[in-house]
């Protein structure tokens, strides 16, 4: 069964940091490039970071400077290390998987239009909120 599950979420105040995991099981992990993606009420899905499966890195520019995709194939887990974090970052954050589509071609237009490019395999969120 093909599983991704990011953890590491929580609440935290304005300037704090948190390291949101995401462990991959069920397929084979180093072949996809992952990407973080985030949602809050009433706003569409937006990307925030990717990783391809060699580790080139890609981010969009809300995020730049203050977050680091990084990724750990021994472990099937990719991290998002936040840092500076801001109340507008508050939202779900879901990770993603890709082998052969936008997230490993064109990273930047899968995260900038993520409902127009599908992924192979999604997980399930987790909640981060940060309080001003």
């Known amino acids: 069964e093909v599983q991704l599950q990011a953890s590491g979420g929580g609440l935290v105040q304005a300037g704090g940091s948190l390291r949101l995991s995401c462990v991959g099981s069920g397929f084979t992990f180093d072949d996809y490039a992952i990407g973080w993606f985030r949602q809050s009420p009433g706003k569409e899905r937006e990307g925030v970071a990717s990783?391809?499966?060699?580790?080139?890195?890609t981010y969009v520019d809300s995020v730049k400077g203050r977050f680091t995709i990084s990724r750990d194939n021994a472990k099937n887990t990719v991290y998002l290390q936040m840092n500076s974090l801001k109340p507008e970052d508050t939202a779900v954050y879901y990770c993603?998987?890709?082998?052969?589509?936008?997230?490993?071609?064109?990273?930047?237009?899968?995260?900038?239009?993520?409902?127009?490019?599908?992924?192979?395999?999604w997980g399930k969120g987790t909640q981060v909120t940060v309080s001003s």
């Open positions: 990783i391809s499966k060699s580790g080139v890195t």
């Open positions: 993603a998987a890709d082998r052969l589509g936008a997230l490993r071609s064109s990273p930047l237009l899968a995260l900038t239009y993520p409902d127009t490019y599908g992924m192979d395999y």
